[in-house]
């Protein structure tokens, strides 16, 4: 079946900008996380939605970070205002109906430069 | 969860099998190692967990010793393809236990 798809795959922009990352889980996955991995850096755990519980922001920098997730599939993250040292790439996984022994399954994720 | 550490590399020739080792001596009872990896520019890719007994999928093998401090990965029979880094991590229940996060990982090269 289809995994989790991200788009774009890459984006460039100019520091100050807004930028919209997409997510689209697989199909039926109720749990959606988004992270960040900076070049040669490990995995950053920015977000998390489970169902129609309240997400877990715990992991966002800044607040010109913020995400969504509607209808309980696609998520979106949006980043306002972008600087430097938001280019990284950002990843999106789901997994199933409870978070905590569910195997997260990766997209492709977004490669965001920021000039 | 409980700590991890892995060899920074490792070679292996096209067609052998690739063992992967792990440590996590200090891994409590109810936490599950789980195998990752990730091709260059790509997004992490599940292999495999297990919690005490070996496992098996299309993927791999896991293989955890009786007291669980260690385990391998094994690719049976190694392709180009599988060049990768490979992170092993471990996982507990309940919490927070779903933001995962990566050691350096083993940069595994598959060479011809």
């Known amino acids: 079946g289809a995994g989790v798809s991200q788009s774009p795959s890459n984006k460039v922009t100019e520091k100050g900008k807004d930028v919209e990352l997409r997510c689209d889980p697989i199909s039926g996955h109720t749990a959606l996380y988004w992270y960040r991995q900076s070049l040669g850096q490990g995995l950053e755990f920015l977000i998390y939605f489970q169902g129609n519980s309240a997400p877990d922001k715990s992991g966002l920098p800044s607040d010109r970070f913020s995400a969504e997730r509607t209808g309980g599939s696609v998520s979106t993250l949006t980043i306002q205002r972008t600087q430097q040292e938001d280019s990284a790439v950002y990843l999106c996984?789901?997994?199933?109906?409870?978070?905590?022994?569910?195997?997260?399954?990766f997209g492709p994720g977004t490669r965001l430069l920021v000039l | 969860d409980a700590k991890t550490t892995q060899p920074p590399s490792m070679d292996c020739a096209e067609g052998r099998a690739a063992n992967l080792p792990c440590n996590h001596s200090t891994i409590s009872g109810n936490e599950y190692v789980y195998w990752y990896r990730q091709i260059h520019s790509q997004g992490p890719q599940y292999i495999i967990h297990g919690l005490k007994n070996n496992e098996t999928n299309e993927m791999a093998s896991l293989i955890i010793t009786e007291d669980r401090k260690s385990s391998t990965l094994i690719l049976p029979h190694a392709t180009l393809r599988d060049t990768a880094v490979y992170y092993c991590i471990v996982r507990g229940s309940g919490g927070s236990n779903y933001k995962l996060t990566f050691g350096k990982g083993t940069l595994l090269t598959v060479n011809p």
């Open positions: 996984a789901s997994s199933g109906r409870t978070a905590t022994q569910e195997t997260q399954y």
